[in-house]
């Protein structure tokens, strides 16, 4: 009994959602139980966001997310939880697809004699600017700013910042075309 009032603890006061807490992830079901699930936890929440079933997010402390931002199933945005830093910042009328990975840490790996498990971590900020658009399944690695209005393709691996109004795709991410007003 006391292993299981542990557990329902844990899951109550842990900074991260998804399908693996279900105390609070049924919330999320619910339109408003949900939004006030989500304004609690995130740094911030815009009450116009929606952050649906099947998504997860680590550290949500270190989290915001702006107006009119939908965060879909199987998308996971990974903050970090332990060390300094590591946030990520998700401006207005950003649209994200499903699948999509957002990490602010990577592990070092440059020393050959010693494990990669010990050396340590990377810990860099992430932000999608305003009316940014990233495709399903894209990954977004630690320190990318994604610039306003811009595109990152389906599937692609952003390992560079991406400028504002171009649109990115491949692995690793490459500008293939500008948006331009006509």
């Known amino acids: 009994m006391r292993k299981l009032l542990a557990r329902l603890s844990y899951w109550r006061n842990v900074d991260r ?3 693996d807490i279900p105390t609070t992830h049924f919330k999320l079901y619910f ?3 949900g939004r006030k699930l989500c ?3 995130f740094n911030s929440f815009d009450v116009d966001a929606e952050f649906r079933p099947g998504a997860y997010a680590i550290a949500c402390s270190k989290i915001s997310i702006g107006k009119r931002v939908v965060i ?3 998308t996971m945005l990974f ?4 060390y300094e830093g590591g946030y990520i910042y998700i401006e207005d009328d950003v649209l994200i697809g499903s699948g999509v990975h957002v990490y602010t840490t990577n592990h070092n ?3 050959p004699n010693t494990l990669i498990i010990n050396q340590g971590s990377t810990v860099k900020d992430v932000t999608l600017k305003k009316g940014c658009w990233i495709g399903a399944n894209a990954i977004i690695l630690p320190g990318i700013t994604i610039g306003e209005n811009s ?3 389906a599937g692609s691996i952003v390992t560079r ?3 504002d109004k171009v649109v990115v795709a491949g692995n690793p991410a490459k500008i293939i075309k500008e948006i331009i007003e006509k």
């Not at 903050?79 to 332990?82: C, H, Q, S, T, V």
């Open 17 to 19: 959602l998804g399908p």
């Open 31 to 33: 339109k408003e139980m």
């Open 72 to 74: 879909r199933p199987t």
């Open 161 to 163: 910042d991406v400028p």
């Open 39 to 41: 304004i609690l936890k």
């Open 109 to 111: 790996y440059k020393d």
């Open 79 to 82: 903050a970090e939880p332990i």
């Open 151 to 153: 595109v990152v393709a």
